[in-house]
């Protein structure tokens, strides 16, 4: 038996307390008011109730040892990248890996996965045949791509004006951004509000734990023992974090030894050349994709087009650079557009981390550059890219060509170097990559590129090159 002493905060009756709690058998067997030396607090576990872990760019072992630090025991996983490259097997190498960590996870398969598994419609699946085919308990059900039609009563943002209806969710976060946008820091965006304690509280607990069904425990007799051992309620530094019972992280580390994933991928893709990039021109003006002020965000405008031997190029002066969408798994012609707001003066930078199907995307300054940077990813079957014109460097990205399975630490400083390079470009953007990534993104305003061309979502149409 195993106990706990320090300012019990009891989510359910919404007081905090001296007190001691005993753990049995990965379960709290009693719950004692009495006095206590630890001014240290104990809080249920935090339920991150939507993510898509693919964003952070880590293997699955690494995401779950990176968000205990935060207090998170359990996730609702939507593996919308590894399911649209690797299908049914994509998902099972997800629940297989996070089967190894400590973290109590909750998977939802998106809908055209088991649309296409099943040959049917979404919503005529078959929960029965969809739980068999998984053979997992921990399997929660299905949404669409965009998930707003589907089941947007079940999954909430953080939303300070409208806190009681929402859970706390990092959703898309790169490894470099999960600190500043995990489940603690959003605690302090409603704390700041002047939201009660106690109903933030619930938002990352109760809630999901209630909406999910699923097995976290809530300090009370009988619970799983899942909880965090805090410094003070103002800072939330994370010392401790027990699941079932079982301290799993300590001193700012895991207390168990993250093991070697498995590395899977799908890659068919020929190498290009500079031909395969010629856009001959038409007319004198060019519908352009623009990032907005709000990154994420982008507006559909008119521009010139730089022509150079007939043939359409990227305009540094102006910032209108050509960009290009390419199937990672089928050789076809790649999706050619133009963007304005990346600001690179020479060279090119190339991800295959594009939302969520992980293809091949590039904007450059010169069609040189941007090639180097293209076969670059074709030759390492994914990651990144950058070109400054005369060298390649690249971050390889083996599991999928998206994921990694070193350490977060040593991720973030080989990630911060690639950023630093697309700074000398001329690259204005925080974060290029996300941007660059989240162009395919069929949940943000306003104009797209997809897999057909690009797409306006606001005048739901296709948008063609030449205006």
Request: hydrophobic letters at 35%.
């Amino acid at each position: 038996m195993e106990t706990l002493e320090g300012k019990i905060v009891d989510v359910v009756s919404k007081t905090i307390f001296d007190g001691r709690i005993s753990i049995e058998n990965g379960k709290i067997t009693k719950v004692d008011h009495c006095k206590v030396k630890s001014h240290k607090y104990i809080m249920p576990g935090f339920v991150d109730s939507y993510t898509m872990f693919e964003t952070s760019m880590l293997s699955p072992q690494q995401y779950a040892a990176s968000v205990l630090q935060y207090g998170v025991v359990s996730l609702l996983l939507y593996p919308k990248g590894c399911c649209s490259v690797l299908g049914k097997k994509g998902f099972e190498y997800v629940m297989r890996e996070f089967d190894k960590t400590p973290l109590k996870c909750k998977y939802l398969a998106p809908g055209e996965l088991l649309e296409n598994i099943f040959d049917c419609d979404y919503f005529d699946l078959d929960p029965d045949k969809v739980l068999k085919l998984f053979k997992n308990k921990n399997f929660y059900g299905c949404v669409r791509t965009n998930f707003y039609e589907a089941n947007y009563n079940s999954i909430a943002f953080i939303d300070k004006d409208d806190y009681e209806n929402v859970q706390l969710s990092s959703l898309l976060c790169r490894t470099d951004e999960y600190g500043k946008r995990n489940l603690k820091s959003a605690f302090f965006l409603f704390l700041d509000d002047e939201v009660d304690f106690f109903e933030v509280l619930e938002t990352c607990t109760v809630k999901p734990i209630t909406e999910f069904a699923l097995d976290v425990g809530l300090l009370q007799e009988g619970d799983s023992a899942d909880l965090i051992l805090i410094d003070d309620l103002k800072s939330l530094n994370i010392e401790s974090v027990y699941i079932s019972g079982n301290k799993v992280f300590d001193n700012s580390k895991p207390t168990y030894q993250v093991g070697q994933s498995e590395i899977i991928n799908k890659f068919h893709c020929k190498n290009f050349s500079v031909s395969d990039l010629f856009i001959p021109a038409k007319t004198s003006k060019i519908n352009v994709i623009q990032i907005s002020s709000k990154p994420l965000e982008t507006k559909q405008i008119s521009a010139k087009p730089l022509v150079q031997n007939s043939n359409l190029v990227s305009d540094t002066k102006h910032d209108i650079l050509k960009v290009l969408y390419i199937n990672r798994t089928q050789n076809e012609e790649p999706v050619k557009a133009f963007v304005n707001g990346f600001n690179l003066k020479f060279g090119a930078i190339a991800c295959c981390t594009s939302w969520y199907k992980q293809n091949i995307l590039c904007v450059g300054a010169d069609d040189e550059s941007m090639i180097k940077a293209i076969n670059t990813i074709v030759r390492n079957r994914g990651g990144l890219a950058v070109c400054t014109g005369t060298n390649v460097f690249d971050l390889k990205l083996p599991i999928g060509g998206f994921l990694t399975d070193v350490s977060r630490e040593i991720f973030e400083e080989s990630y911060n170097k690639f950023l630093m390079i697309c700074k000398t470009l001329g690259c204005k953007l925080k974060d290029p990559f996300t941007i660059l990534s989240s162009l395919t993104s069929l949940l943000l305003p306003e104009i797209r590129i997809t897999d057909d061309g690009v797409y306006n979502f606001e005048e739901d149409e296709y948008v063609t090159l030449f205006a």
